[in-house]
């Protein structure tokens, strides 16, 4: 029940977590409930692309390393703006 109603807080309003802790309608309360799942799984599906987000990003930045670790490794030496260039060409499409 706790990320339901955190996610409540996050996502819209609290109060739509008190009106379910405090009604004596168990229609109404049913209602909060129901629209407090739904607003939970927004905010899973919000933290799920987040992740990925920054996976994603964490690998771009991953092959960005070794490609600069390579070229230095194997004594190519090129000025900043060919490598950027390079670096935009390869990993850009992505």
Do not use: Y
């Not at 070229?71 to 390079?86: K, M, S």
């Amino acid at each position: 029940m706790a990320p339901r109603i955190n996610a409540s807080g996050r996502l819209a309003h609290a109060d739509l977590a008190v009106h379910l802790l405090t009604t004596d309608n168990a229609e109404e309360a049913l209602a909060a409930a129901v629209r407090l799942d739904e607003l939970n799984k927004e905010r899973q599906q919000m933290v799920e692309e987040m992740v990925q987000e920054a996976e994603k990003q964490l690998e771009k930045k991953k092959r960005f390393a070794r490609f600069f670790t390579g070229i230095f490794r194997h004594g190519r030496c090129w000025r900043g703006l060919e490598c950027g260039r390079h670096w935009h060409r390869r990993f850009q499409a992505d």
